[in-house]
């Protein structure tokens, strides 16, 4: 998500000999290799899919066993009083780098990842849009993942931190918009610890309508507008080129709120809205250099794909919305699971979308 500040500390503190002692107990459960293969990168899902062990980042999230039986962990996430996506222990080990990158998925366009180091050393360092920082133990920090950003851990142990997703209530953005103002303001709010708790039951919230099955026109708008502002206001875009992206991309956001109109979220529309996001990508000019989509320097087309063209028309949800929209059963009767898969890969559906 995009924020006012490389990196905003919020006014919030946890006992860090109690995450420790947490984490410590969770030491010899199979942590989940990085989905990106990145050396010394783990994971422990806290809140998922089902609850279940997987990184994926849509569907219905539910806390898993881990985070269960772990009260300091929970109490923590629930004090923040927000819904949150999929969160996680992520442990880099001594000596291991994350590499610099953008996060441009769809999943980081309103969401933001908050940070509670857990166990750290003096030698982890984040490093974002060219500045960088130290998070200590029990402090609590988000940071713009639309700038350019890599973390490096040179210290001789491994840094775990709780890293949980939230979009974030308008209470949570008004406690970053006033932690920040303070710090440029040289007057830093305290922070407020959050103790833990012996025996205090919370709930956790979590999504579970993240992503629809089908994009509305009014997200599909927010999503093409923000990229469209972005490429305008790159000075060293071709003129021509950025021209030739606005108009397909405007015109991608009408004819998509046309066959919304005639479809909805139904399975009858699936294979028209995949039609007119192959269509559109095909018409999106690919130039030498490329029309770039802001200034961390990633090009406009992979930003639209990313955020736009993974995501659009995601199947695998459809029976999760039928069911929440109107008490319908667990499989849409709609679809059967030996039909092809309306995606258009060829294979049936039970083997492609509708893997559960």
């Given at each position: 998500m995009k924020l006012e500040a490389p990196f905003i500390r919020l006014p919030l503190r946890f006992d860090a000999e109690r995450l420790a002692h947490e984490l410590s107990l969770l030491e010899d459960v199979p942590w989940r290799q990085h989905p990106d293969k990145t050396d010394g990168n783990s994971a422990l899902p806290?809140?998922?899919?089902?609850?279940?062990?997987?990184?994926?980042?849509?569907?219905?999230?539910?806390?898993?066993?881990?985070?269960?039986?772990?009260?300091?962990l929970k109490q923590v996430i629930a004090s923040f009083d927000e819904v949150f996506g999929r969160s996680r222990l992520m442990r880099l080990a001594p000596?291991?780098?994350?590499?610099?990158?953008?996060d441009v998925h769809h999943?980081?366009?309103?969401?933001?990842?908050?940070?509670?180091?857990?166990?750290?050393?003096?030698?982890?360092?984040?490093?974002?849009?060219?500045?960088?920082?130290?998070?200590?133990?029990?402090?609590?920090?988000?940071?713009?993942?639309?700038?350019?950003?890599?973390?490096?851990?040179?210290g001789q142990q491994s840094r775990t931190h709780l890293v949980i997703d939230t979009a974030g209530s308008s209470r949570f953005w008004e406690m970053a918009s006033r932690a920040l103002a303070a710090e440029r303001a040289g007057?830093?709010?305290?922070?407020?610890?959050?103790?833990y708790v012996e025996g205090q039951q919370v709930q956790v919230r979590t999504e579970r309508y993240g992503q629809q099955t089908v994009m509305s026109p009014g997200e599909i708008d927010h999503l093409v507008s923000d990229l469209i502002r972005d490429l305008s206001a790159r000075p060293d875009n071709d003129t021509a080129q950025a021209a030739e992206y606005r108009r397909v991309l405007f015109g991608f956001c009408k004819d998509w709120r046309a066959l919304w109109y005639q479809y909805g979220i139904h399975e009858a529309g699936w294979l028209q809205y995949d039609a007119l996001l192959k269509a559109t990508l095909a018409a999106l000019p690919d130039g030498d250099p490329p029309v770039l989509g802001g200034d961390n320097g990633v090009a406009a087309k992979r930003i639209f794909i990313e955020r736009v063209g993974y995501t659009a028309v995601q199947p695998r949800l459809h029976p999760q919305f039928l069911r929440g929209l109107s008490a319908a059963p667990a499989t849409d009767p709609g679809l059967g699971r030996n039909a092809p898969c309306p995606c258009g890969s060829g294979r049936r559906y039970k083997h492609c979308h509708g893997v559960s």
């Open positions: 806290l809140i998922s899919v089902d609850g279940g062990d997987n990184d994926d980042a849509s569907g219905d999230m539910r806390p898993t066993p881990y985070l269960e039986r772990s009260p300091y000596g291991c780098d994350v590499s610099e990158h953008v999943h980081w366009f309103n969401r933001v990842r908050v940070h509670v180091p857990v166990v750290t050393n003096p030698q982890v360092t984040f490093h974002c849009g060219g500045e960088h920082r130290h998070m200590a133990a029990g402090e609590c920090w988000i940071f713009d993942t639309w700038r350019l950003h890599r973390v490096e851990n040179r007057r830093p709010i305290e922070p407020r610890l959050v103790p």
